[in-house]
């Protein structure tokens, strides 16, 4: 019961204030930097990141060693042959991910010339879903169906639900794109690096229903809007660190709605937190 309380904690957070922390510069320097304020948030649906996944970009990452990897997981011997099913499902998703990514010339206009990245891989032994919100039924039974098309006859455990899913979030990130027009990637900003190490907005991906609503993007949190701090002014006592905690909920504010997978890392120190809190909650 603990456990589950801890992890329902995570699937939401209120509105975080803009803070400064500190990072590198371009040339490794420590420096000050302003992140921007961060939306309230809610998470339809929790999970795990995969452990000894072949790190990769999305189009480019190997579903073979994947699949190699979630078979370990699930038990398989080290020297086992790949099941029929399991063949047929990753070879599918390679040969559509190689169909679309290999399309480059076929629109000018660059917000429909994205690729579809297949990244998100999840531990499934335990998954974590809110049963009341409308967009968490969507994803539920999308990733349900996906999966039903490449079970054998035995059970559903005869297939990948773990890459079931990494497809249908493949999918929905790519319509995402496409329908809310943002730009094509480009190689990541000093900024958004220093975002990504001390925030875990990345773990959080948005939820789109396709009905044609300019959601915000995945980091609705802009890291175009973290700053660095000159160096002149860094000692100001606006500049100060400081450790912002996120506020409480608040039902009168916008909220967004994402599938939320925790890194190993997030979560051990999210446990500890918890663990701090609950103890002072005892004492109190």
Wanted: glycine share 4%; with cysteine; hydrophobic share 35%.
């Amino acid at each position: 019961p603990e456990d589950a309380l801890f992890l329902a904690t995570e699937t939401y957070r209120g509105v975080t204030k803009s803070r400064t922390i500190k990072g590198p510069d371009e040339k490794g320097k420590e420096t000050k930097y302003k992140l921007p304020e961060e939306p309230q948030r809610y998470a339809v649906m929790l999970a795990s990141e995969m452990r000894d996944i072949t790190t990769g970009e999305g189009h480019r990452v190997s579903l073979r060693d994947v699949t190699r990897a979630m078979m370990n997981e699930k038990g398989y011997d080290t020297d086992a042959r790949e099941p029929k099913e399991i063949k047929a499902q990753r070879e599918f998703y390679e040969r559509v991910r190689a169909l679309i990514n290999s399309m480059d010339l076929r629109s000018s206009d660059p917000a429909y010339r994205h690729k579809i990245e297949i990244k998100d891989f999840i531990r499934s032994q335990w998954v974590l879903h809110n049963l009341k919100l409308e967009e968490g039924h969507h994803v539920r039974c999308e990733w349900y169906k996906e999966h039903s098309r490449w079970t054998g006859s035995n059970t559903l455990d005869s297939g990948m639900d773990h890459l079931s899913f990494a497809y249908v979030m493949a999918k929905r990130e790519l319509s995402r794109k496409i329908v809310t027009e943002e730009p094509l990637p480009k190689e990541l900003s000093l900024a958004e690096k220093v975002i990504n190490a001390a925030t875990d907005a990345h773990e959080w991906h948005p939820i789109f229903l396709g009905d044609g609503s300019k959601i915000p993007l995945h980091d609705s949190f802009k890291a175009s809007a973290a700053k660095a701090i000159p160096l002149n002014i860094a000692d100001r006592p606006e500049f100060e660190l400081d450790k912002v905690e996120p506020e409480k909920i608040d039902e009168d504010t916008e909220t967004l709605y994402y599938v939320r997978i925790m890194s190993d890392e997030v979560m051990l120190k999210a446990r500890k937190d918890w663990a701090k809190f609950v103890k002072k909650f005892e004492k109190d």
